[in-house]
DNA sequence: CCCCTAAAAATTGTATACAATCTTCCAAAA
DNA sequence: TTTTGGAAGATTGTATACAATTTTTAGGGG
């Protein structure tokens, strides 16, 4: 087993620097210096360079040539615009997933497994199963195009508090289930409509954690 | 006015690069060192390697680990996913479009003088008027998030020869047409459907100009 | 007191230097 | 002959140095 994995320190910062802007930590406009964030993180500038580029990249600051970078405002239109993109991407690729269900077999029987389980699973497990049944549907759609884009849209999906009860594991749960009947009786628009509704309801969960805070 | 924008070095190289890969011009799989694509630019290795991050966002290139990149593939199913991708999130900003129809007026008297002019405007000209026209409907749609993602896309999306017949641009003026009426009635769903069927025929023609190389 | 100008300070953009990792290649052992 | 180990070379990752642009600030004129 590997003891750490090596990580090039612009995706450690930019790791850091993401959840900090979605969790609100830093205010609207408010200047990212490089200095300053080479001087937290211990680092010089040049990883933080590369590392605000990429958050710039994923739209959450903004890079004006020569004058620094500034945070984006996250308020609830964020959130909501950016869960509506990751639903019409990801239900897109719920219904294409609907032409390779073999794939989807591994992660089917996580599935069961958590069925059976859930109400015994550590919060850490239920994560890991959570991303485990996502990707395999963007894998099962086959389009790298698509799971790229979609891979952008999960990083910047954590936003707010991460310890909801388990009151919406046992939701999740539900449509996942519902999600993957429809997948497998090969109805895609009903596989499309059922992955909307996850998120859409996922995230009025994470909106509502957000007022919260 | 201003003489020569002055742009950062890594924006210009990403800029060629990009053209270049979707253009077909390095082998898939192919390896970009920093120090030759230095040389060629004839700058220094840190604007180039801020060049690839970029391009490997977009997913263009690979970037691994004290490895080196790799150029991505780019043949028809790529295409044809990147423009389902846009298809989708596109169709969604027409949608949006219909609350906002007062932001689309210029862009619409832009429109009705392309009609008129169709036949005598230069190909630099339509380009810019179909610039605008999509542009205008993504801002339209009031969506800082799916302008954000559309903007990459749309870099994307320059594969393959840029100098089609006048014929594709009588078309496209044809559905850019029916969009409009589709937004001005204020009916997102036939919006939808009709930038859709924009975008997958403007695909089919840079299908054909690709394999026409 | 306000506004304009210019020099100084600070910050970003690019180049170069150094460190760490990977690749290549050759020799020695099985 | 094949394999393995390791040193040399090449390449990437990070730090630092230098250049260019912007911001700040002090001073003089209105």
């Known amino acids: 087993m590997k003891p750490t994995e090596p990580m090039p320190v612009r995706i450690k910062i930019a790791s850091i620097l993401r959840r900090e802007i979605l969790a609100g930590e830093f205010a609207p406009g408010e200047e990212l210096s490089l200095t300053d964030l080479g001087a937290r993180f211990g680092v010089s500038r040049t990883p933080v360079r590369e590392a605000l580029q990429a958050l710039a990249s994923e739209g959450l600051i903004q890079l004006r040539m020569n004058r620094g970078a ?18 019409l991407l990801e239900s897109e690729a719920a219904a294409r997933a609907t032409k390779h269900l073999e794939q989807l077999l591994p992660m089917a029987q996580l599935h069961r497994s958590m069925l059976e389980r859930i109400s015994t699973v550590e919060q850490e497990e239920f994560v890991a199963y959570n991303q ?14 698509l799971t790229h884009f979609l891979m952008d849209l999960w990083n910047g999906s954590s936003i707010g508090k991460t310890t909801d009860g388990g009151e919406h ?3 999740a749960l539900r449509e996942h289930e519902e999600i993957l009947q429809c997948i497998f009786l090969k109805e895609p628009e009903k596989a499309r409509e059922a992955m909307r509704k996850h998120l859409l309801r996922s995230m009025e969960n994470i909106l509502a954690s957000y007022h919260n805070q």
Do not use: G, N, P, Y
């Open 70 to 87: 500034i945070v984006q405002k996250i308020d609830d239109k964020f959130i909501m615009d950016h869960f509506e993109i990751r639903a």
């Open 132 to 145: 485990t049944f996502h990707m395999s549907l963007w894998e099962a759609a086959d389009s790298q195009r």
């Open 169 to 171: 594991r046992v939701k």
